[in-house]
């Protein structure tokens, strides 16, 4: 089992690649937070048609939590290739997407794929350096990507937790990068946090991009940058946003943002079940035509809280109304765009 996971490292691109076959692509000068290597991962498909597809595993929102590093995020992309096996990147015939060229985004920034900055700390008498540098790495990778992918007509955005903060960060920047695509869909998966201090993080600790950081006004970042990829492109982009209803990891990151403990509990995900509820009311305010599934999975008897992400594991199992979430984003980029499971959120 281990070699299935963490031991899969995929050759380095060199040359011309082959249909169907993972490679690395390591662009010079990128790297992780901790200053390891950093690379992206590519398969190009049989068909013209492109995911873009982001990775998670954590977050950084201030200087304390940069300096504990892997207590609260990736800090290594190495050993992540394996996640690009499963899910919707899988290369199983009974996955729709498999003929689909992939660009995969390994995390280990801390930044949500979006920083450009580095944090400086002492530590024992050592200078220490944190690499938010999410976005350089995106974009070189990239830019060497793009010569073996063509001109999709097809262009799916995605990611799930950190990554799908990512894809409502860099969703109008990847289409920007790929204007051949007419049909477009940018899928979010299991990304709900609120804090008051987005705009500062992106801003100050990150260093993201500023026509990234300028979108974030309230607490909410997800609804505040698919609102304005909403606004900026209209019903010419499909917004798809899916999470289960008492989410067990993001509620344990939510409660160290409300009270600086990371725990998980019931009284925890009925928060953050009463979060999603008026998150969900406010994307379909502020995106009219917004596609929704909200979906109850690997329920925990005791506490009621349910499993994070679904996009990378269980995208056909049929969770809702017969339905699975790979369904549904299928039938999205098809032109059928669908809620799901909201009943959930009065449960």
Not at 285 to 292: A, M
Request: glycine content about 10%; some cysteine; aromatic content about 10%.
């Amino acid at each position: 089992m281990l070699k299935r996971t963490i031991l899969v490292k995929q050759p380095e691109l060199n040359g011309t690649p082959e249909i169907g076959k993972w490679y690395r692509i390591t662009p010079e000068g990128t790297q992780s937070s901790d200053g390891t290597e950093w690379h992206g991962l590519i398969r190009v498909g049989k068909e013209n048609k492109l995911a873009v597809y982001f990775f998670g595993g954590g977050a950084s929102i201030t200087g304390y939590t940069s300096e504990r590093g892997k207590e609260f995020f990736a800090t290594q992309a190495g050993i992540q290739d394996f996640v690009a096996l499963g899910g919707i990147s899988s290369d199983s015939e009974d996955n729709p997407f498999h003929d689909w060229t992939f660009l995969v985004l390994p995390y280990a920034t801390g930044d949500f794929h979006s920083g450009t900055g580095e944090y400086h700390y002492t530590k024992d008498g050592s200078e220490k350096t944190v690499y938010h540098t999410g976005y350089d790495n995106y974009a070189a990778f990239i830019e060497i990507a793009k010569k073996y992918v063509g001109n999709p007509d097809t262009l799916l955005v995605t990611g799930f937790s950190a990554g799908g903060f990512g894809t409502s960060l860099l969703a109008d920047d990847v289409i920007e990068r790929f204007p051949s695509a007419t049909n477009i869909t940018v899928c979010v998966d299991s990304s709900l946090l609120l804090y008051d201090g987005w705009h500062e993080t992106a801003t100050n600790l990150w260093k993201s991009p500023k026509k990234i950081s300028d979108r974030l006004t309230g607490n909410n970042i997800v609804l505040d940058s698919l609102t304005a990829l909403h606004q900026k492109r209209g019903d010419s982009v499909k917004i798809l946003f899916d999470c289960s209803y008492r989410d067990d990891t993001l509620q344990q990151y939510q409660s160290y943002i409300r009270n600086e403990k990371m725990e998980k509990n019931r009284e925890n995900g009925d928060i953050f079940q009463k979060d999603l509820k008026k998150m969900v009311s406010d994307l379909q305010n502020n995106i009219p035509n917004v596609s929704i599934y909200i979906w109850n999975y690997n329920q925990d008897s005791n506490t009621g809280n349910t499993q994070h992400t679904i996009i990378s594991s269980n995208l056909f199992d049929k969770l809702e109304d017969g339905i699975s979430v790979g369904e549904w984003i299928m039938n999205a980029i098809n032109g059928e765009v669908t809620s799901h499971g909201l009943h959930l959120l009065d449960e």
